[in-house]
């Protein structure tokens, strides 16, 4: 039998590979290394989820300033300081880099601080020239950020670099509908900054249920951001004098989304390497409508493509997709035997929670004797606007293209903004088998909706139906009450 250096040789130090490499040396008793090219805990901790939610709680509090009032209190929200938070945060992103460290050290894990990639099926060459062998090696690398194609795409920044502004912005243009998109756009909004946003379709979130992702649409619009759809960015270059600082209107989004179904276009995706969060000088943008307007700073949040390039994959027979994900098994494992791969550059269901079921899983199958596919299904998310999406299961539009459903929905203004005359609204919707009487799709509007989402996930992976939501007693006075008090179907369809 080969004699390897490892049993197990992890590349990636984001949250998959981790929890993979640590339970692997901890629960299972293996030699493992891992290497890692830039800073442990990968995007979630430095880059993504973590910094981006500490963000989210900074940009409410000039609302929250506003509410207080009517409740009595003395308070404006005065002005917000991006340096001090910005330091903060940084001083919290070192202290976690430095759990996720200490977490492989205790764990026995053997690290690496430097690139790493596949020379054979069982060995792996690092950037320092050393090469390691393992039994078996798992790719847990990532994804990153993609600029569109087109001329002067790199005036624009990514969002991993918006955590690294010397300042915020008076104006940014943000391109996009999806997660992120939409995610800056209410917190960049909340922090003082001029926000519009382009989007390509006709109604952000794609994929989300259509009521649900009306109403983020429309609270958003409500709050001032500057939304367009049907719209699409077709060049942009730096300002000159002869551009006018213009930025479009609401009307111009109307305009832009008649003429949706022409604008979308076909870039390739450039990768976004360097890092321009600080390039100066206002940015001149025309739109796929025609106009003509200047930001101060360009934000691409127009998806994100797997880490496979270069990294020895295809020479060892590894299949790679389209997007560039490296294809797996629902064991993850790829097409040599002795190579797995988990998270993002996978390119299945791109959630943190996710990647780490998905190491969880392969350590069960390779290290502890117990084939555990990953299962996929009934995943609850949220998404972080303002207000907040929390959704599992089926939306609407999915539920009746597979089965009969009825459809139980309210929207209401809820208590605690009501009372200081904010017309905010949110949305608890239930999608329900008409036959199996299984809830379906639960998908929830409200501030702290993603809080919710996790316990109503709970009883719809367990398969509760309408009826067992009935009989659940409602908590009360709150906004959740309304998911186990809707009697009367608004719709069968
Ligand atoms: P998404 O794939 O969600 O959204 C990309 C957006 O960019 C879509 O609206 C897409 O339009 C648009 N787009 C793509 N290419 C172009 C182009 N060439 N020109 C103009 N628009 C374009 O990616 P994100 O980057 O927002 O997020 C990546 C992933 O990260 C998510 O899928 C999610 O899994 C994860 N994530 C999760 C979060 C959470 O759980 N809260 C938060 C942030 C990220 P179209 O719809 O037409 O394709």
Not at 284 to 306: H, I, N, Q, Y
């Amino acid at each position: 039998m080969a004699d390897y250096d490892y049993d197990l040789f992890v590349i990636g130090g984001g949250s998959g590979g981790v929890r993979a490499a640590r339970v692997a040396a901890g629960e299972a008793g293996a030699r493992v290394a891992l290497a890692e090219e830039d800073r442990y805990g990968g995007t979630c901790v430095i880059r993504g989820c973590v910094p981006k939610k500490l963000m989210v709680f900074a940009s409410e509090f000039g609302e929250l300033a506003e509410v207080g009032s009517a409740y009595g209190w003395n308070m404006t929200a005065g002005s917000f300081d991006w340096p001090a938070f910005r330091s903060h945060l940084n001083a919290e992103l070192d202290r976690l880099e430095g759990v996720y460290r200490s977490l492989l050290k205790n764990s026995g894990v053997e690290t690496f601080d430097a690139r790493a990639k596949l020379k054979d099926k069982h060995t792996v060459e690092l950037s320092t020239g050393e090469t390691k062998t393992a039994k078996t090696i798992l790719v847990a690398t990532g994804g990153r950020p993609v600029r569109p194609s087109i001329p002067n795409a790199d005036l624009g920044i990514v969002s991993d670099d918006i955590f690294h502004l010397e300042k915020l912005p008076k104006s940014i243009l943000i391109i996009g509908g999806g997660y992120i998109a939409c995610e800056f756009a209410c917190i960049l909004h909340g922090l003082g900054v001029e926000v519009t946003q382009y989007y390509r379709g006709a109604q952000i979130l794609r994929g989300f249920d259509d009521e649900a992702r009306g109403l983020i649409a429309e609270s958003m619009r409500d709050r001032g951001i500057n939304l367009h759809t049907g719209t699409n960015i077709v060049q942009m270059g730096p300002a000159s004098d002869d551009h006018s600082a213009a930025v479009p209107t609401a009307s111009d989004a109307a305009m832009g989304a008649s003429a949706q179904q022409e604008n979308v276009m076909a870039y390739g995706g450039v990768a976004a390497k360097e890092r321009p969060g600080d390039r100066s000088g206002p940015i001149w943008v025309k739109s796929t409508t025609g106009r003509e307007c200047v930001f101060d700073m360009v934000l691409f949040a127009t998806g994100r493509d797997p880490n496979s390039t270069d990294m020895g994959l295809e020479e060892i027979g590894i299949d790679i997709g389209r997007r560039g994900e490296i294809v797996v098994d629902e064991y993850s494992k790829t097409a040599a035997d002795s190579v797995y791969a988990i998270g993002d550059v996978t390119n299945r269901v791109n959630l943190t929670p996710v990647a780490i079921r998905e190491g969880m899983a392969f350590v069960e199958t390779v290290f502890k004797d117990n084939p555990t596919a990953v299962d996929h299904d009934l995943i609850p998310s949220a998404v972080f606007t303002q207000p907040e999406m929390g959704t599992v299961g089926l939306s609407e539009e999915d539920a009746r293209e597979q089965e009969e459903v009825e459809v139980y929905c309210t929207s209401f203004r809820p208590m605690k903004t009501a009372f200081a005359g904010k017309s905010d609204r949110v949305l608890m919707k239930l999608v329900v088998s008409k036959a199996s009487r299984k809830v379906l799709g639960c998908h929830i509007v409200a501030p702290d909706a993603g809080e919710m989402i996790q316990l109503a996930g709970v009883a719809i992976k367990m398969g509760a139906t309408k009826e067992d939501f009935d009989r659940t007693v409602a908590v009360h006075p709150t906004m959740s009450e309304e998911i186990v008090t809707m009697r009367t179907p608004m719709r069968t369809a």
